[in-house]
């Protein structure tokens, strides 16, 4: 199947906005193409957002080899590409899981390498809210089994934090690690590491308060158990991917089901328009019951 032609870099059109939250400094390029984009003020705990994008049943991922990233999901939106970039452009800490890596193994997550061609104004955005130009990559690993070659690790592009096991660790050491990248070993009986721990040492090495989670679906699931997602910037896709009945694509969570009664309720803050793909942000900052 041909791959999906890309929406053309046009500007979102506000549907609705709550106007909640300080207006960031979007140099021109950037407010003309996205519009406002307005943040809660700085606080004792770090505000953690999630970006994904999804089709309208609810796939974030094919599960195929080749086609397992979001690009796939979007039909390779340039709107998509661009809002995150503008998301890690204001973000002080980027984290993935290991499934997200290997999706996409020469990636560096950075605005830069998500939409080099609005790179200065992402870097003029940076610089206004005196941030780094990029974040500090965290990438998560129960089992340490992770490529120490991959660019995120040695190209020198990033500052990078894994999080993994005390085995996990034993493991990678033996690769060599690089200069830009610190390890931190957890102890786990199970070879999964709590959401609430990874936070943990995430504040402990970066002094940032934005933290930016763009996946996988089961790291997702984690966060939101624990309710350590303060939004979710979800970008809706104008395609039905479908599910077979043993079919391993994934949803937006993996991993957790939510009993009745205690799923996390969002509140919608914000819709913007891209051609077809609608670009939703909702707040679960009142439905978290235990911080940082």
């Not at 190209?155 to 005390?166: A, D, R």
């Amino acid at each position: 199947m041909p791959r999906p032609a890309s929406t053309p870099l046009a500007p979102l059109q506000k549907l609705f906005e709550t106007k909640r939250g300080k207006r960031l400094p979007l140099p021109p390029k950037l407010a003309r193409l996205y519009g406002s984009l307005r943040m809660p003020q700085p606080r004792k705990h770090p505000y953690v957002l999630s970006n994904f994008v999804t089709t309208m049943d609810g796939v974030v991922s094919l599960n195929v080899k080749g086609h397992a990233s979001g690009g796939d999901i979007s039909g390779f939106s340039a709107q998509d590409r661009m809002v995150m970039g503008l998301l890690r452009a204001i973000a002080d800490v980027v984290i993935i899981g290991a499934g997200t890596l290997g999706a996409d193994r020469q990636h560096v997550w950075t605005a830069r390498a998500i939409f080099p061609e609005l790179a200065d104004d992402y870097r003029r955005l940076s610089k206004a809210l005196g941030k780094s130009e990029a974040p500090l990559n965290v990438i998560v690993s129960g089992s340490g089994e992770i490529d120490l070659r991959l660019p995120v690790f040695a190209s020198g592009k990033v500052q990078t934090l894994i999080v993994t096991t005390t085995a996990g660790a034993q493991r990678m050491l033996k690769q060599g690690v690089p200069d830009a990248v610190e390890v931190r070993a957890m102890r786990s009986s199970v070879g999964t590491i709590a959401a609430s721990a990874i936070l943990e040492e995430v504040c402990r090495l970066s002094p940032g308060k934005l933290i930016l989670v763009e996946g996988g679906p089961r790291l997702l699931g984690d966060f939101y158990a624990q309710r350590l997602i303060d939004e979710q910037f979800l970008t809706l896709a104008p395609q039905i991917a479908g599910r077979d009945t043993d079919d391993r694509r994934l949803g937006l969570v993996m991993g957790q089901a939510f009993a009745p009664g205690e799923t996390p309720w969002g509140t919608l803050r914000d819709v913007r328009r891209g051609s077809s793909h609608l670009f939703l942000r909702y707040s679960f900052s009142e439905s978290r019951t235990s911080r940082i």
